[in-house]
C-alpha cells in the first residue's frame, strides 16, 4: 500500500503543468464593407451582397486595424457620384449613365456646355461617349443647304458665295425643256438660287408656243413667228384681286384688258373673269366668284367695269385656290374650258400668294403646278413691284410656262406685256 502511495505521488509530482492557455490571435484580411452607421461588417464571399458590392468601380475592402488599434475596411470603394470617364461610378451596372439609366449629355441649356454656338450649333447638345464629351449637332448642322437655316454655323444663313457656294455648277444651271432647244430662239438655261429657304430657277425659257407679232423664236426651233397650224384660238381666265388694296390700280388693269382683249387679232379667243378678294352681296367667305363664264371680250370687259365697285372690296385674296378651282371640273368655280383652244390663265394681284386649298402656301404650289402640267395650261401674273414672296411667284409662273410681270398705273405698259407674252391668234 506505501509503494502505491508513492506511485501517485511520483506521478503527480512529474505531470504537473502551467495550465493557463494563451488568447486566440485575431485573424484580418478578411472581405469587408462599412454600413451606413460606419461599422465595419465582415462578409462571406459566398454571401449574395458580396457580388452587389462589387459592381463598376466598386469593391469590397479587407478587415485591417489602423494605428490606433481600430477596426478599419482597408481599400473599400463605394459608390461615388457618376462622371463621364467609362466606369461606372455609381456602381448601378451602367457605364456613365443618367439617373434614369440613359447616356449622360449636357444640355444646350446648361453653361457648361462648350459647343453652344450660334445658327443651328445653338441646339448642340455634349454627349459622354467612351468617357469622352464630345458635341452632338442637329440633322441640320453641315454644309450650307438652302433652308433658311445656318446650317454651318457661321452666323450667315444661307450664303451663297463664290468660296461657300451652296449649288455646284452642275446643279446652278438648269435647262428643263429638250436639250435640242438650248440657246435656240428665246430659250435659255435658268440659274438656281436661294431666297428665304426656297429654291427656286431664274430665267429658264423652254419651247413655248410660236406668239405671232413679238419677233421672237418663242417654240425655238430656229423659225420666228410661223404659222405652223392655221391658227391659234385661246381661253383666256382673268383673275382679278378685287380686295381693298388694288384700287390705286384696278381701273388700269380694267382698261389695259377692255383695250388689249378688243384687239382683232384676239377676235377667236374666248375671255372668263374670275374675282378674288370680292365681297359678293350673297354670303361668300372665300370671296372668289365667277363673274363670267368664257364669253366675248366686250362681255368681259363690261363685267371687269361692273365690278370695279367700293362696296365690293374685300379682304380674301386666294389666287391659288381660285386657278386651280377654275380648271377643276366639278369644283364651284371651275370654267367651260374648250377642248380646242390653248388654256391661259392671267392673274392681277398686289398682295402675296395665299390659298386654301392646303395646309401650306409650297404644297398649293405644287398642287396648281401638277394641275397646270396635266391640262397643258400656263399662268402669267402681274404683281406688286416690292411684294416680298416675288421669288413664290417666280416659281409658281415659270413652272408652269408662263411669266411674270408688275401691276402699272400705266394701262399701255400692260398691253405690250399681254402682247409680247400671250400675243395674238394668228
Not at 3 to 21: D, K, T
Request: charged share 25%.
Amino acid at each position: 500500500m506505501r509503494n502505491s502511495s508513492f506511485v501517485i505521488l511520483f506521478f503527480l509530482a512529474f505531470s504537473s503543468c502551467n495550465c493557463e492557455q494563451e488568447p486566440l490571435k485575431e485573424v484580418l484580411q478578411n472581405p469587408c464593407y462599412t454600413d451606413v452607421s460606419g461599422d465595419v461588417i465582415e462578409i462571406n464571399v459566398d454571401d449574395p451582397k458580396y457580388e452587389d458590392l462589387n459592381i463598376g468601380a466598386c469593391s469590397t475592402g479587407l478587415t485591417s486595424r489602423d494605428s490606433e488599434d481600430n477596426l478599419v475596411c482597408l481599400n473599400e470603394i463605394k459608390k461615388q457620384q457618376e462622371t463621364c470617364n467609362n466606369i461606372d461610378d455609381d456602381c448601378n451596372g451602367f457605364v456613365d449613365d443618367r439617373w434614369n439609366g440613359l447616356p449622360m449629355i449636357i444640355s444646350e441649356h446648361s453653361s457648361k456646355n462648350t459647343c453652344v454656338g450660334v445658327g443651328v450649333c445653338e441646339y448642340a447638345i455634349q454627349e459622354c461617349v467612351e468617357g469622352s464629351w464630345i458635341c452632338s449637332y442637329p440633322d441640320s448642322y453641315g454644309e450650307e443647304v438652302c433652308d433658311n437655316l445656318d446650317n454651318d454655323c457661321d452666323g450667315e444663313i444661307d450664303e451663297d458665295t463664290i468660296d461657300e457656294p451652296i449649288f455646284s455648277n452642275e446643279e446652278r444651271y438648269v435647262y428643263e425643256g429638250d436639250p435640242d432647244t438650248i440657246n435656240v430662239g428665246e430659250c435659255r438655261a435658268g440659274y438656281k438660287e436661294c431666297a428665304d429657304g426656297i429654291e427656286s430657277i431664274r430665267n429658264m425659257r423652254t419651247p413655248t408656243t410660236e406668239i405671232c407679232g413679238n419677233g421672237d423664236d418663242d417654240d425655238c426651233d430656229g423659225a420666228i413667228d410661223e404659222n405652223e397650224n392655221g391658227g391659234t384660238a385661246n381661253d383666256f381666265v382673268f383673275i382679278i384681286d378685287f380686295s381693298g388694296s388694288m384700287d390705286y390700280a384696278i381701273d388700269q388693269v380694267a382698261n389695259a384688258l377692255c383695250n388689249w382683249s378688243s384687239q382683232g387679232i384676239l377676235q377667236t379667243s374666248r375671255f372668263a373673269v374670275v374675282a378674288i378678294g370680292y365681297r359678293d352681296i350673297q354670303p361668300n367667305p372665300r370671296q372668289i366668284k365667277v363673274l363670267t363664264d368664257f364669253t366675248d371680250s366686250r362681255t368681259a370687259c363690261s363685267v371687269v367695269r361692273q365690278a370695279n365697285r367700293t362696296d365690293y372690296q374685300g379682304f380674301t385674296e386666294y389666287q391659288l385656290s381660285a386657278v386651280y378651282e377654275a380648271n377643276l371640273p366639278g369644283s364651284p368655280n371651275s370654267l367651260s374650258w374648250s377642248e380646242d383652244n390653248e388654256r391661259k390663265v392671267v392673274i392681277f394681284s398686289d398682295e402675296k400668294l395665299q390659298q386654301d386649298i392646303a395646309q401650306t402656301v409650297q404644297e398649293a404650289i405644287e398642287m396648281v403646278v401638277a394641275q397646270c402640267v396635266e391640262q397643258n395650261y400656263i399662268i402669267g401674273a402681274f404683281i406688286e413691284y416690292n411684294i416680298f414672296d416675288q421669288t413664290l411667284w417666280l416659281e409658281l409662273t415659270q413652272r408652269c410656262g408662263g411669266f411674270l410681270e408688275y401691276l402699272s398705273t400705266s394701262p399701255s405698259q400692260m398691253i405690250d406685256a399681254l402682247n409680247y407674252w400671250v400675243g395674238t391668234d394668228c
